[in-house]
């Protein structure tokens, strides 16, 4: 079974889902969707899977994330993704907080520099904002790029971030 529930934020609502193992998916919430369908279809599991809960081991953290600007624990991961993906999700979690690294930055960091286009992708994959921060990778010109939660809320955990290392 997998627990989930809706965490507000100071700059939106989070989708957390988490098995007995550790979180398995924090998404920005989209309103104009079901909760349960987002889970479902990003973790492609079934509703019958599914369980609302009203707390989860994760929300400590989420809650630390922005009462300290980006400096916390991260729960426990349960996370899938292709062997690069998870290279780059842990190459994305080496990014100090209040810095920011191109797609490039990490496609080297993770020594495989010419797969700056296979870095985006992961980052739009990333099961778990946050703690494996996709927000904090922008363009080669510095551009902000996409973000699945929307550019406002990157912009958004930025400036949190920012504001303890100018």
Known sequence: ???????NCPIG?????ESRVGLKLLIWRDKQKEAEKQIGNRLKVSSSRL??????QCQTAVEGF????????????DTSGTAFQRRVWRGLRDIPV????SYGQV????????AVR??????????????I???RVVRANGGLGGYAGGVEIKQALLALEYTVHP
């Open 1 to 7: 079974m997998i627990g989930w529930r809706i965490i």
């Open 13 to 17: 609502e989070l989708i957390a889902a």
């Open 51 to 56: 369980h609302y809960t009203p707390e989860l």
């Open 66 to 77: 922005f009462l300290n600007r980006g400096f916390t624990k991260s729960p426990t991961l």
């Open 98 to 101: 209040g810095q920011t690294w």
């Open 107 to 114: 496609a080297r960091h993770i020594g495989h520099p010419a």
């Open 118 to 131: 296979g870095v985006a992708g992961a980052c739009a994959s990333n099961p778990v904002c946050l703690f």
């Open 133 to 135: 921060p996709c927000h």
